[in-house]
């Protein structure tokens, strides 16, 4: 019997999207620093057109950051620092304002988390709708139709048209918020949507709605997904595709049954999913992990998680472990799973 | 002792702050202990009126011939009473209305907050002086009483809106429970968590209310008699300082001691602030 | 939003009538009852009926000086609804209004304009202050403006007059306008009235232009850090409409709120400057009638400077809601003064601004 919390949801998942699938979104040597600290060190990874791509790890690994340079967003003082991030083959890195102001919302659209307030307090959001029309005419020349298809995702999203558009944001709930915040960041009919959180602040009703509403969109739409979380439960109900993240570096990539499923796995991965309580099994079966995730400032030489991994050897407290992925491209980055493959299998 | 040990390393930081206390402090010293160090008389000593400043009169001379500087020291004792006395009055009434109305709600919260309306439209300047010509008087408490008449208002409200916020917290649920005495709650619940705004406010106050008064005693609103800031800029005005300038040290010396003392409250309050308020110690 | 209305009218008329009555017993209830005093007086003088006596003391205080003080109350406010505060003492025979009436333009001028000059500097220097706070601008100009915010306005006035007026004869420093000019709208006037006014307004605005630059700054620094600025740019919208309505807009919006409730204390503020240059605006009257015992026209001019103030509070609360359209949600009902404070919403600053 299978007691694995998170894996039992997922007796039979499939998943992963075909290898034919083009590339539509790509992170290459991608590095963001804030002064001397590396946010995010040295990420790759691909995301494929149709994707939902999860990029999951704790608090401030680093995961809201590379998401936020998705959009050329990254808070300032933080820059890129390293690599390019390209979008249907673009560089997003070297954009200016202007063309990145295009970009957004019409190409990759992001919905912040819910408990940001997305919404000028003193705008109708209808006006604000308005002003995302008005600021990509091409998309939708006519504003009538715009406004149309708007309230057509709005009834995606299962919220009335008419109480939402003349209304202010402190009318809405929370779950409501971020409903329309999804409707909102779709409506130019971007080809990338990415999420922060979407279900962290929620209630358990409205995380089982946004969750719903996500899959019903991606089914309709075709947009490709990629959604931030540290919650492996929302991992295993929506990705097809995972990234894991600790101190800023990759540590696994993969597709959700070679995460939760292969046995070849990152131990640090392998602890989350021991770390994840369950209604059902036994309680000597959660293990949280000892130790604490170092600090920016004070990284350990060689492997980020040597301290606190039980299979810790000489060669981890030395050389940062690379990622080596195998032949299906589920990637790991440590010395000791990844022992016995050569750097001549190694493909990122 | 953490909270002492914190607000020093906030003074220490903020140099202006840290200046600001030590200036408060010598001012209250000398209020206290100026009488036994200065004398003043009303009558012309002899001397000789609008010395420029020397070692036997540091700040000069005014136009009777005295000392200005053993005039400002007397001085600094009445104004400071008034200041601190109106202050009180002004946190007493405030925080008790604020609190009380907060907590209550209801019919009497609105009663309490229409009444408080009506103080806090009333033009305060124009009514105090209106009422200080009426009574004529020199207690300074009495002075005080009136120039707190509408300045309570605008804190009271302030301390409302936060006590109805905590009303509905969860420790004032747990204090109910335990059938904890309403003064309980209102004293040692509420109050301590309002505790930090009304620091602040307390020393603005004072700033107001040495405001006030000076300006009562320079349009000669208030009478004159007795040695204090105000009435010195006012004696000053009608003995003709405006129009020459030997008396330029008699006129500005009582203008540099108000300066002073309330630019030091603004900038200590500020300390305060940054005490109660972490957020803003990333300045 | 009717509800919303016939509110502020009540309350606005409750508080006339509340200063009303404060009027009326502060005149007989006081130490030193003023009415008994001017009969004392009178009859004193001599040569004069008790008949008589109590005409003048009528026709004065627009109320019979003796009879039940109920009836006397009722006179009392009865008069003053129908606009009639008895005459002046020293200038009997010329009614109480009238001479208000002359003085309210100067005062409106005065401050008005004043208040314009310092809320759009402040305007200016604030976005600067929040848009580059580590520039050496920003020190310096916060520094000076924090020193300033602190100094007394009459204290700024006397500096001025001493400086500018006396020694070095720039400015005028009594009267509204030059004895020569005809008044009218014609431009020797109008400038002869703007270089009277000169330094006076130069007084207020010192003074007060820190308070709203440290307020603006403060309203501009909470917006640029907020959630829906963010989201806005992660929409595409431009530079130009993000800083427009997004920036802009939202943080004017409690700056809209303090300048809108700075216009009722301007009538109650020119006190001190319009006395000190002898500008005889409403603060001035106020005053000369103190100094003169002249207390019917005191209690008019405190009245009125009352009713001012309770006008423009109400003429506010009118536009406001069309500025910020969440005050008429019942569930978020902000007060006013629950708004960032800037210098002017803290106890004791309120009787500073006064």
Redesign the interface.
């Known amino acids: 019997m299978n007691t694995h919390p998170v894996t039992a949801l997922h007796a039979d998942a499939s998943g992963g999207t075909r290898q034919t699938a083009p590339t539509i979104l790509e992170v290459d040597e991608v590095s963001v620093e804030f002064g001397r600290l590396r946010a995010v060190d040295t990420v790759s990874l691909t995301v494929r057109e149709g994707d939902i791509y999860a990029l999951a790890g704790e608090s401030g690994c680093g995961k809201s950051t590379l998401a936020y340079s998705l959009l050329g967003m990254v808070p300032p003082p933080g820059v890129v620092a390293t690599g390019q991030i390209r979008y249907r083959g673009r560089n997003l890195t070297t954009m200016d304002r202007r063309e990145l102001d295009q970009l957004r919302a019409a190409e990759v659209s992001m919905v912040f988390q819910a408990a940001m307030n997305a919404f000028n307090p003193v705008i109708t959001i209808g006006t604000q709708v308005e002003h995302v029309l008005e600021a990509h005419p091409d998309s939708f020349p006519n504003r009538r139709e715009g406004r149309e298809y708007f309230e057509y995702l709005l009834r995606l999203v299962r919220l009335d048209p008419q109480t939402v558009w003349n209304g202010y944001e402190s009318r809405l709930s929370g779950g409501m918020k971020q409903r329309v915040a999804i409707a909102l960041a779709l409506l130019l009919r971007p080809s990338v949507l990415v999420l922060d959180e979407p279900t962290t602040a929620l209630d358990i009703l409205n995380q089982r709605l946004v969750i719903d509403i996500l899959n019903d969109l991606h089914e309709k739409l075709g947009v490709t997904i990629i959604f931030i979380t540290h919650d492996l439960a929302l991992v295993a109900e929506l990705a097809n595709r995972v990234a894991v993240m600790y101190a800023g570096r990759l540590v696994e990539t993969g597709t959700i049954d070679e995460i939760f499923y292969d046995e070849r796995r990152h131990p640090y991965v392998s602890a989350l999913i021991r770390a994840v309580p369950s209604v059902t099994a036994d309680t000597s079966l959660i293990k949280p992990i000892a130790g604490r995730v170092p600090s920016l400032a004070e990284l350990p030489k060689g492997c980020r998680f040597a301290p606190r991994c039980a299979l810790a050897e000489e060669i981890c407290q030395e050389i940062d472990p690379p990622l080596l992925a195998d032949a299906s491209g589920h990637g790991i980055a440590c010395h000791v799973v990844n022992a016995g493959m050569t750097t001549k299998g190694a493909v990122r | 002792m953490e909270f002492l040990k914190d607000f020093w390393r906030i003074l220490r930081e903020d140099k ?1 702050a840290l200046v600001g206390g030590v200036v408060i402090l010598v001012y209250v010293l000398v209020a206290i202990f100026g009488h036994f160090f200065a004398h003043v008389s009303d009558l012309p000593s002899g001397g000789q009126a609008y010395l420029g400043p020397s070692l036997d009169h540091p700040l000069g001379t005014d136009f009777l011939g005295n000392d200005t500087l053993s005039e400002i020291v007397i001085g600094t004792r009445p104004v400071m009473i008034v200041g601190v006395v109106s ?1 009180v009055i ?1 946190i007493f009434v ?1 925080v008790v209305v604020g609190l009380f109305s907060g907590y209550v709600g209801g019919f009497l919260d609105g009663l309490i907050m ?1 009444i408080t ?2 103080f ?12 200080a ?4 008087t020199t207690n300074p408490f009495v002075l005080a009483i009136i ?1 707190s008449v ?6 009271a ?2 301390v409302r ?1 936060q006590a109805l916020s905590l009303r509905t917290s969860d420790f004032i649920d747990a204090a109910k429970v335990q059938n904890l005495p309403l003064t309980n709650l209102i004293g040692r619940q509420l109050l301590p968590n309002v505790g930090p705004y009304v620091a ?2 307390f ?7 040495i ?2 008064q ?2 009562l005693f ?4 208030a009478p004159v008699s007795g040695t204090n800031w105000g009435i010195m ?1 006012n004696l000053a ?1 009608n003995q003709g300082a ?2 020459t ?1 030997r008396s ?1 040290l008699y ?1 500005f010396a009582p ?1 540099a001691a ?2 002073l003392l ?2 030091a ?3 200590f309050s ?1 300390a305060l602030d940054k005490l109660f308020n972490p957020r803003l110690r990333v300045q | 939003m009717l509800g919303y209305l016939a509110r502020r009218v009540l309350m606005a008329l409750v508080t006339i009538y509340v200063v009303v009555t404060i009027s009326f017993y502060m005149v007989r209830l006081m130490p030193g009852n003023p009415m008994q005093y001017l009969e004392a007086q009178l009859q004193q003088q001599g040569g004069v009926s008790p008949d008589q006596i109590r005409q003048q003391v009528e026709a004065i205080y627009g109320v019979m000086p003796s009879g039940p003080l109920w009836k006397q109350y009722l006179t009392y406010v009865g008069n003053v609804f129908r606009g009639d505060f008895g005459d002046s003492m020293l200038n009997p025979g010329q009614g109480v209004l009238s001479i208000i009436a002359s003085a309210l333009p100067w005062t409106v001028i005065l401050v008005g304009i004043s208040l314009i000059i310092s809320f759009v500097i402040g305007l200016v220097i604030g976005t600067i202050l929040a848009a580059y706070p580590d520039s050496t601008f920003s020190k310096v100009m916060t520094g000076v403006v924090s020193f300033l915010s602190a100094v007394p306005n009459y204290l700024i006035a006397i500096v001025l007059i001493y400086l500018l007026a006396d020694l070095n004869h720039l400015f005028p420093i009594t009267g509204a306008y030059s004895n020569n000019t005809e008044p009218g709208f014609n431009l020797p006037f109008i400038g002869s009235v703007l270089y009277h006014a000169a330094l006076p307004m130069a007084a207020y605005v010192i003074v007060s232009f820190g308070a709203w630059s440290l307020a603006m700054k403060g309203s501009v620094t909470t917006v640029l850090g907020a959630d829906y600025v963010r989201a806005a740019e992660a929409r595409g919208l431009g530079g130009r409409r993000v800083t427009q309505t997004y920036i802009g807009r939202n943080a004017m919006l409690p700056m809209i709120t303090n300048l809108a409730v700075s216009v009722g204390y301007m009538f109650g503020g020119s006190v001190f400057i319009e006395t000190y240059f002898s500008y005889p605006g409403l603060g001035f009257r106020l005053i000369s009638a103190v100094n003169s015992r002249d207390y019917s026209l005191m209690m008019g001019c405190f009245i009125l400077i009352t009713i001012a103030v309770v006008v423009s509070n109400f003429v506010v609360d009118l536009i406001y809601p069309v500025v910020d359209p969440r005050i008429l949600k019942p569930a978020s009902r902000k007060s006013r003064l629950t708004a960032p404070p800037p210098q002017a919403e803290l106890p004791g600053a309120e009787a500073m601004n006064a």
Not at chain 2, 150 to 155: D, E, N, R, V
Not at chain 2, 203 to 209: I, N, R, S
Not at chain 2, 218 to 221: A, E, N, S
């Open positions: 202006p202050a002004v405030g229409r309306d009506i806090l439209t009333i033009p305060g300047l124009p009514l105090i002086i209106v009422i010509s009426i009574i004529h120039l509408t300045a309570w208002a605008g804190l409200r302030a809106a602040i406010s020393l603005l106050a004072v700033t107001g209310a405001y006030a000076v300006g320079v349009l000669g609103v800029i005005m405006l129009y300038s330029m006129l203008m108000i300066v309330q630019v409250l603004v900038y500020r």
